[in-house]
């Protein structure tokens, strides 16, 4: 029988089976912490630092990525503060100036409540979530794919990048990317990126019930496991 520690999340008592993450165990009692990054099945490795929580410890607060963090006995845990919100939105916020083109980044920016761009667009087409690389090299066993350089001049790219020959077609590195997936007004050209406002009617019901995952409409982008139409598993 699986081993069960008592954490407490946003005031919440959950029973949590030992080694689950703390992104895990809210998400699975209906708890809404925003990620992105995440893949259902791969370790994290919280590189987009959209699921960043509280944690309590001894009177101290210490602001960490909750899909890296691992539950144990006693836990306190706070993942909707005025704190943990505003700066959750400056990161959702950077990331749209980083990557407008994005369906998964305009939606994880709305679900955290992100109401405008303050820094300039960049147009990206990639945000280097590390989804593409963590699939190949943690689920499938290739590295077919890796991340290269440092700060600036980091970037995802094949081995010398040419394609490797350990590449399987499998197409999992692009089904997993948030960039595939357009904003619903369609691409937006240099010099007319924005937040994309579409969906902001659906915000006003979530304003509501802010902290509580209700299965929302956001996160069918980057495949949200809460979402209607989730993700189902990968295949070997």
Request: positive net charge.
């Amino acid at each position: 029988m699986t081993e069960k520690v008592s954490v407490t999340i946003d005031g919440a008592i959950i029973r949590a089976p030992k080694g689950l993450s703390i992104l895990d165990a809210a998400l699975d009692h209906g708890i809404c912490i925003p990620h992105l990054c995440r893949v259902p099945a791969i370790s994290d490795l919280g590189a987009c630092r959209l699921c960043i929580v509280e944690h309590i410890q001894n009177g101290r607060s210490k602001v960490t990525t909750s899909c890296t963090l691992v539950v144990k006995e006693g836990m306190v845990i706070h993942s909707n503060t005025e704190k943990i919100k505003r700066l959750r939105r400056n990161i959702a916020e950077l990331l749209v100036a980083e990557a407008p083109n994005s369906r998964a980044v305009q939606d994880v920016a709305m679900r955290c409540g992100v109401k405008e761009v303050r820094y300039p667009f960049r147009n990206n087409n990639c945000i280097l979530c590390g989804r593409c690389v963590r699939i190949c090299t943690g689920r499938l066993g290739e590295k077919a794919i890796g991340f290269v350089g440092r700060g600036m001049d980091r970037r995802v790219v094949a081995p010398f990048d040419l394609k490797s020959k350990l590449c399987r077609e499998c197409g999992w590195c692009s089904d997993l990317c948030p960039m595939t997936m357009t904003p619903c007004g369609g691409p937006m050209h240099k010099g007319q990126e924005r937040l994309c406002t579409n969906c902001e009617s659906k915000q006003t019901s979530l304003d509501q019930m802010t902290g509580y995952c209700v299965a929302c409409y956001f996160g069918k982008g980057f495949q949200c496991e809460r979402h209607p139409e989730r993700f189902t598993g990968i295949e070997e």
